[in-house]
């Protein structure tokens, strides 16, 4: 949803027993599961984090690069950011481009996503190496709500930090490295819910 991405995040237990909502719901799946490698980038000062703005590259079907403003929280609870996604030709000249203008990578990190649709909201399935979330993204915190009780999941449980900040949460606890948030740097760690400082919303 270019433009404006409004958004709720859930921590779930049971990401497959969501799956299964989704398909009696008639839901139409619009990419299925696959494995996605994004690296964020920040100049020599971090003064992209420190703004709470994103500049990120993914590889998924596609290499897309993605600008991401700070959020705000909506009516709701629920929030709200500018963002601003396009298609890039080649994934690693646009990595040069960056560097050549002085970004550099400041996290690794990847997971596996299948995509949704609806009644027009995004439902996006998520395994990263520290747990399973759905993200809905809408028009509005309505329709959002709307979703999250179609497929059961607590409201109150909203997940308002986003996978890094919560990498941040456990990487020193840890020992593990904060710029690789990747399944083979955290394969002998046991993360819990409680590490995360989050509940489950299924």
């Known amino acids: 949803m270019n433009g404006q991405e409004i958004e709720a995040k859930f921590f779930v237990k ?3 027993g969501i799956e299964q909502r989704l398909l009696e719901l008639k839901a139409r799946l619009i990419q299925p599961r696959i494995h996605e490698i994004n690296l964020r980038f ?3 000062n971090n003064d992209l984090r420190s ?3 994103v500049l990120r590259l993914r590889q998924d079907d ?3 690069m993605t600008f991401k403003g700070p959020s705000e929280e909506e009516a709701g609870g629920i929030l709200s950011r500018r963002e601003i996604e396009f298609v890039v030709e080649d994934f690693e000249k646009a990595k040069e481009l960056l560097e050549a203008l002085g970004y550099r990578v400041v996290v ?3 997971k596996f996503r299948a995509t949704y649709d609806l009644d027009g909201a995004h439902i996006m399935l998520d395994e990263l ?3 399973q979330f759905v993200e809905i993204e809408g ?3 309505k329709m959002i709500r709307g979703i999250a009780d179609l ?3 607590d409201w109150d449980m909203m997940v308002k930090a986003g996978y890094h900040a919560l990498f941040d949460r456990v990487s020193g606890k840890f020992n593990l490295d904060p710029s690789q948030l990747s399944f083979s740097a955290l394969k002998n760690a046991n993360i819990t819910a409680e590490d995360l400082g989050i509940q489950p919303a299924d």
């Open 139 to 141: 028009e509005d915190a």
């Open 42 to 44: 920040d100049d020599a």
């Open 108 to 110: 690794f990190y990847e």
């Open 151 to 153: 497929l059961g999941l």
């Open 51 to 53: 703004s709470f703005r």
């Open 14 to 16: 049971n990401l497959d």
């Open 62 to 64: 596609k290499a897309r």
């Open 129 to 131: 190496p520290f747990g």
